[in-house]
């Protein structure tokens, strides 16, 4: 994780790939309590592609 930003009760979460492209997710403040995210976290990420919109 790169950064975070507050919009309302929205949340954009930037991700970062190992092959260093930008992913920004979307994401409920309150889905965002039920995570330990950090600043230079490495995680996985994963979702349905329906669920996927890109820009």
Do not use: F
């Not at 991700?15 to 309150?30: D, F, G, H, P």
């Amino acid at each position: 994780m790169i950064s975070e930003a507050l919009i309302g009760t929205v949340v954009n979460v930037y991700l970062e790939t190992s092959n260093k492209k930008q992913i920004v997710v979307q994401l409920q403040s309150r889905e965002l309590d039920s995570l330990d995210l950090s600043i230079g976290l490495s995680l996985y990420a994963s979702w349905h592609p329906e669920d996927c919109h890109l820009v």
